[in-house]
């Protein structure tokens, strides 16, 4: 398996793009800013197929370029379903009103536990509610791999401050993902790589939300 990162947009948000190496299968988890550019000329070069558009939630900066991405490769968006009202109507950015983000409609609404398989990656869906109501996780269990959103970062969470955030949810999903294996290597939505072992402090995490 292999993971491409791209920093994209005006707060540098992560933008990955994976890839199972053997049927060469692609996909890409919340697409900012520029991402279609990056995405085509990445694909092209290595000869990749992408075959979905994973979301961790619907905040702007992670589905900047869903619908261009969409229209040009017509390819499922998968989505919780408790965020799939504000992808498709995300509203105006306050503080860039020049920047516009188009909504589109989502494919495939995600739960707790969902399995998706691309090439032959399986992946888990975690419901990790708290930053958003429908913000998830993805976790590749057999690479130990997860993408963590805005769930959680290096050293620090998801703001819970927002509209629609809800601190409590944050701790209990903070709490749910100190459970998993301590070697799980963590691709946050922002900001630099971390590891499950690294991020000790989320298993106290009513102590500092
Ligand atoms: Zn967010
Ligand atoms: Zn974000």
Same mark, same amino acid.
């Given at each position: 398996?292999?993971?491409?990162?791209?920093?994209?947009?005006?707060?540098?948000?992560?933008?990955? @793009?994976?890839? &199972?190496?053997?049927?060469?299968?692609?996909?890409?988890?919340?697409?900012?800013?520029? *991402?279609?550019?990056?995405?085509? +000329?990445?694909? +092209?070069?290595? &000869?990749?197929? =992408?075959?979905? %558009?994973?979301?961790?939630?619907?905040?702007?900066?992670? /589905?900047?370029? @869903?619908?261009?991405?969409?229209?040009?490769?017509? /390819?499922?968006?998968?989505?919780?379903?408790?965020?799939?009202?504000?992808?498709?109507?995300?509203?105006?950015?306050?503080?860039?009103? *020049?920047?516009?983000?188009?909504?589109?409609?989502?494919? @495939?609404? $995600?739960?707790?536990?969902?399995?998706?398989?691309?090439?032959? %990656?399986?992946? $888990?869906? =975690?419901?990790?509610?708290?930053?958003?109501?429908?913000? @998830?996780?993805? =976790? %590749?269990?057999?690479?130990?791999? $997860?993408? !963590?959103?805005?769930?959680?970062?290096?050293?620090?969470?998801?703001?819970?401050?927002?509209?629609? *955030?809800?601190?409590?949810?944050?701790?209990?999903?903070?709490?749910? $993902?100190?459970?998993?294996?301590?070697?799980?290597?963590?691709?946050?939505?922002?900001?630099?790589?971390?590891?499950?072992?690294? +991020?000790?402090?989320?298993?106290? !995490?009513?102590?500092?939300?």
């Amino acid at each position: 398996m292999l993971i491409q990162k791209f920093v994209l947009g005006p707060i540098d948000n992560n933008t990955y @793009v994976v890839v &199972s190496e053997e049927s060469k299968k692609a996909f890409v988890i919340d697409p900012s800013f520029g *991402s279609i550019d990056k995405l085509s +000329e990445f694909l +092209e070069k290595n &000869s990749f197929t =992408l075959e979905a %558009i994973l979301l961790t939630h619907s905040h702007w900066d992670h /589905i900047a370029d @869903v619908k261009i991405i969409k229209d040009k490769f017509f /390819i499922p968006i998968y989505i919780h379903k408790l965020d799939a009202n504000s992808l498709e109507n995300p509203g105006p950015i306050d503080f860039l009103p *020049s920047l516009k983000v188009e909504g589109v409609k989502p494919d @495939v609404l $995600l739960e707790n536990g969902k399995k998706i398989k691309i090439g032959d %990656i399986d992946i $888990l869906v =975690l419901h990790t509610p708290g930053h958003t109501p429908g913000g @998830v996780c993805y =976790l %590749i269990e057999k690479e130990k791999t $997860l993408f !963590s959103g805005d769930t959680l970062f290096k050293g620090s969470f998801g703001r819970v401050d927002l509209p629609y *955030s809800n601190p409590e949810d944050m701790i209990n999903s903070l709490k749910k $993902l100190s459970k998993l294996d301590s070697d799980t290597k963590v691709y946050p939505g922002h900001g630099s790589f971390t590891t499950i072992g690294e +991020e000790n402090w989320m298993k106290d !995490s009513d102590k500092f939300i």
